[in-house]
């Protein structure tokens, strides 16, 4: 068996190559960065907490000879990780060698390729004099039975030697494992001890030991240490014990200090990780920082908690004894565990965008640049949340998001020679706000409230698709009577299906009584959709009255008198209870009642049918256009609209993919205005409009009905957090404005006192029985729990009056300061490039490359 690579390097020597403070080799790295200037700083989007606090961030000179790394902290409190390789054997990276002075610039193999790497507080090492030599030693324990079986213990655990020994002074014993040795070896061989949980035991110093009147190396007989050498090696222990050990077993519960005076402060605890292989066997105790690395990071990266990222992977004890796991990884790979996660690569349901994953490439980029070193004191540069940026890691890597990112390689924003902070939310509501409104502090002149809309974007009016809009060559109709408001869109859908309209619809065409040529067109456009035969019996002089013509259209659709058969004459003669009903033939009043009954044949204003006169074309089309529709026999298609070129009729139906149509020059287009729909010679989609529309036979759009998109036609219209309602009870609003709102009493009223550039909410003044107190800034969100505060307010009462609750009713999602995530795509999909994108969002920016 070929030797491991821990026979070459050791334990022992790797802890000895680590004892280093936790953080001296982080502040050694931060010395190699560029020169910064400090700047005033928003705090960062905060929806995950976090107990460190951020320190103040510098600039670093916005060139760079080289691309920087990023510390990304990706656990701050863990009691346990593990970190491994899929391919070959795990590397300790360059760093100190073995003999803990000189350089090693080579990786240092592990020779397991899994590991567990779990903190512990260890005794700190002083300066070893030369000719020190050091024992492991346990004092103070209560019993000599207890003693014995501690040393027996140890001896056949380690096979070391155990020695037993009294100590009169303190009425105690001591247990001692192993001959003197130098310091690194008897802190390895107490790891052992400690590791296997025979006891807690302490490394003391040997040199100035004087033998013991009766030392034995055996375990089974007993000793007497002298006085002095007791005194200085309690001294040390207590020491020791102070610093390392603040819970001790009942067998070590007695104090041996109480007698002793101590030369010296205990010092503090240092903290230090251990690292085991496969089987829970040590492979080394380290009081620094230790950084895996893998042999190909991109073939077979290094692994935390099985996830796999780029770069190396750090681990240090901090603080609060817990660890802390450090990915140390280059600037352009940071970004590309970024980007995925804030902007989904395969767009925001419309579709890829790859000038909007660009823009968040440098967003993104420069958001890092600007805050290295925000927890600094933490070991780290920034948090993979959306405390700083959602990372993660090589697993979420996406081909055209990191397409965009090394298509804007080291390119960042900048504002006057330096990088921005480069903040940006989800969705803005159709408006970001100025960055002191929400954050507090003085002015950011980058940070300015913008619209979140196409035509207000820099060259957006240029771009290509920037609202598509659709055209018609057809004349539109004149009319000037209401009631006739509805009749070209239902002369429309016959005349799609058959029926001949005049080129230009006017009030005198409408007005004019139905012919029977007419009615057999009509009829003849029923009964095909209808798949009946044509009535041509039924079509007489009488079917241009409302009777005969009740009777035409019944068996146009049906080929049958369904009035007759499901109709009894009292439902029909309560139908027909108007005041000149009686004048309906016997014949039709069954097909009458029942289309009165359906809707699709109206009264006039004074409640009469007027059963003797002729039928107007309007109400005729109106009848049959009511009809058909009820029955689905226009076959209209319903989808949602998609933005695209002008002249390019795209849609989407549901999670389908998306559909492209030629639109006819002779098309009928209709947009809804409240709820009727107007004809228009042009329609411009935004996209996510709601639309019906009818092909002809050669698969052209020939009729197309919109309505407007329920999120408006801002570029952030796409998000699914564009319009919100969330309620709350007065005992809810008051629990969360406890620590703002004061004593104020019970809560009556709700107010926005004062409201930004983007009408958010910028002052919440909270009235009381006992007074009135005031939320401000980005904390209105944070405290009551909402999306955003771009929203009104609505009071809720109780049948009896009182205030039950308040309902807000608003836009967006994220503090709504910087770039719209959601809008840089929908920018995009109108053919903006991602440099006019984050031009519009950040006021005053320029691009400059960086490295």
């Avoid at 040997?206 to 009147?213: F, I, N, Q, Y």
């Avoid at 013509?549 to 003669?573: K, M, P, Q």
């Avoid at 059963?611 to 009511?626: D, E, G, I, K």
């Amino acid at each position: 068996m070929s030797p491991s690579p821990l026979t070459r390097f050791t334990p022992l020597a790797l802890a000895l190559a680590l004892s280093l403070t936790p953080f001296t080799r982080f502040a050694g790295a931060q010395e190699t960065r560029p020169r910064r200037v400090e700047r005033q700083q928003f705090p960062t989007p905060a929806t995950i907490d976090t107990n460190v606090e951020p320190t103040p961030v510098v600039v670093p000179a916005v060139r760079l000879d080289s691309e920087p790394t990023i510390r990304v902290g990706l656990a701050t409190a863990a009691r346990s990780v593990t970190i491994s390789t899929a391919g070959g054997e795990l590397y300790l990276a360059p760093g100190v060698a073995p003999d803990g002075v000189s350089a090693n610039a080579l990786p240092t193999p592990l020779g397991v390729s899994r590991v567990r790497v779990e903190p512990r507080v260890l005794a700190p090492l002083p300066t070893q004099p030369e000719g020190s030599t050091f024992r492991v030693e346990i004092a103070a324990v209560v019993s000599e039975a207890e003693a014995r079986r501690i040393a027996g213990a140890a001896q056949e655990l380690t096979g070391e030697a155990a020695e037993v020994a009294r100590d009169e002074r303190t009425q105690s014993w001591r247990v001692r494992v192993g001959a003197p040795s130098m310091q690194a070896e008897a802190e390895e061989l107490r790891a052992r001890l400690e590791e296997a949980g025979i006891a807690t035991f302490s490394v003391v110093s040997a040199t100035e030991d004087a033998p013991a009147r009766a030392q034995s190396g055996s375990p089974q007989r007993g000793g007497t240490l002298n006085a002095d050498s007791h005194r200085n090696a309690q001294t040390q222990t207590a020491s020791r014990q102070t610093a390392a050990t603040p819970n001790v077993s009942r067998a070590q519960s007695r104090s041996s200090s109480d007698n002793v005076k101590l030369t010296s402060r205990a010092s503090p605890p240092t903290r230090g990780l251990v690292v085991y292989s496969a089987g829970s066997s040590r492979l080394l105790d380290a009081r620094a920082p230790v950084t895996f690395a893998s042999v190909d990071e991109r073939a077979a990266p290094v692994r935390f908690n099985e996830k796999p990222y780029r770069g190396r992977i750090e681990v240090f004890t901090n603080l609060n004894g817990a660890l802390t796991v450090v990915n140390v990884v280059a600037l352009e790979d940071y970004v590309r565990g970024v980007v995925p996660n804030e902007s989904s690569p395969g767009g925001f349901g419309g579709g890829p965008a790859i000038e909007s994953l660009k823009a968040q490439a440098v967003a993104a980029r420069t958001y890092a640049v600007s805050n290295r070193g925000q927890f600094a004191a933490a070991g780290f540069d920034v948090l993979p949340t959306t405390r700083s940026q959602v990372y993660g890691g090589m697993a979420t890597e996406h081909q055209l998001s990191s397409r965009a990112v090394e298509e804007t390689r080291g390119v960042v924003a900048t504002y006057r020679g330096q990088p921005i902070n480069a903040l940006y939310t989800s969705t803005c509501g159709g408006h970001t706000e100025d960055g002191e409104n929400i954050f507090g502090g003085e002015t950011i002149p980058y940070l300015r409230g913008r619209a979140c809309a196409v035509e207000t974007a820099a060259g957006a009016r240029a771009a290509a698709g920037a609202l598509s809009t659709l055209q018609t060559s057809r004349e539109l109709p004149s009319l000037r009577e209401a009631e006739h408001a509805q009749s070209p869109r239902e002369v429309a859908l016959l005349a799609v299906h058959g029926f001949r309209a005049p080129p230009k619809l006017t009030d005198e065409w409408l007005d004019a009584p139905v012919s029977v040529e007419d009615v057999r067109a009509l009829a003849e456009v029923v009964s095909r959709l209808a798949r009946r035969p044509v009535p041509v019996s039924a079509i007489d002089a009488d079917a241009i009255r409302p009777p005969g013509f009740a009777t035409t259209l019944a068996l146009a659709v049906d080929f049958e008198s369904r009035g007759t058969i499901l109709l009894d004459e009292a439902t029909i003669g309560y139908l027909l209870s108007f005041r000149d009903a009686d004048d309906i033939p016997a014949r039709n009043r069954p097909d009458v009642a029942l289309m009165m009954r359906d809707g699709h044949l109206q009264l006039y204003p004074d409640a009469t049918l007027r059963p003797r006169q002729p039928l107007t074309r309007a109400r005729a089309v109106h009848t049959t256009a009511r009809l058909l529709e009820a029955r689905d026999l226009f076959a209209l298609q319903k989808s949602i609209a998609r933005q695209s070129a002008s002249g390019v009729f795209v849609v989407r139906a549901g999670k389908s993919p998306e559909r492209s149509f030629e639109v006819s020059a002779q098309a009928y287009l209709f947009r809804a205005y409240g709820d009727t729909l107007f004809p228009a010679r042009s329609v411009r989609l935004a996209g996510g409009e709601p639309v019906n529309f009818h092909t002809d036979a050669r698969g052209a759009v020939d009729y197309v009905e919109v309505r407007p998109a329920p999120a408006g036609a801002s570029a952030e219209r796409l998000s699914p957090f564009t319009n919100w309602t969330a309620v709350l009870s007065v005992g809810e609003v008051a629990q969360r404005l406890a620590r703002r709102a004061g004593r104020v009493g019970a809560i009556t009223d709700l107010r926005v006192a004062r409201r930004g550039v983007s009408h958010r909410a910028l002052d919440l003044e909270v009235v009381g029985t006992q007074g009135t107190a005031h939320a401000r800034g980005g904390s209105i969100r944070s405290a009551l729990g909402l999306r955003e505060q771009l929203f009104v307010v609505d009071r809720r009462y109780d049948d009896a009056g009182r205030l039950t609750g308040f309902t807000f009713t608003g836009r967006g999602w994220g503090h709504g300061v910087g770039m719209c995530q959601y809008g840089a795509y929908g920018l995009a999909r109108a053919g903006l490039s991602y440099d006019r994108i984050l031009k519009h969002y950040y006021t005053g920016v320029e691009l400059t490359k960086m490295y």
